[in-house]
Nanobody, 125 residues
């Protein structure tokens, strides 16, 4: 049984930092790309960042590049979020891509088959 458990969300002022963590169990973590997505009320779920299955590369949405850092150590994938803005507010989800060892992580939620429960991030202005 594959499980993804997220932690680390919360309320922070603009300009502050938060660190999210996602622990994957039940799946060979070093064979699947892992990504973070977020969803604000009334919006579609959007890609934030991903780390390649072999830990060789990372990928970011333009809106977070230079502020967020994704990293993976063993089964734990983290998202360090700095210089947070009110527009970063939303529920953050980690997910594993359905296909093994994909060369370039997909940015489409439909290509991910296992998801965490989500963690709320609220950035106040």
């Amino acid at each position: 049984q594959v499980q993804l458990v997220e932690s680390g969300g919360g309320l922070v002022q603009a300009g502050g930092s938060l660190r999210l963590s996602c622990v994957v169990s039940g799946r060979t973590f070093n064979s699947y790309n892992v990504a973070w997505f977020r969803q604000a009320p009334g919006n579609e779920r959007e890609f934030v960042a991903a780390v390649k299955w072999n830990n060789a590369a990372t990928y970011y949405a333009d809106s977070v590049k230079g502020r967020f850092t994704i990293s993976r150590v063993g089964a734990t994938t983290s998202l360090q979020m700095n210089s947070l803005k009110p527009e970063d507010t939303g529920v953050y989800y980690c997910a594993t891509e359905a296909s093994r060892q994909q060369n370039n992580p997909s940015r489409a939620p439909k290509d991910y088959d296992f998801w965490g429960q989500g963690t709320q991030v609220t950035v106040s202005s």
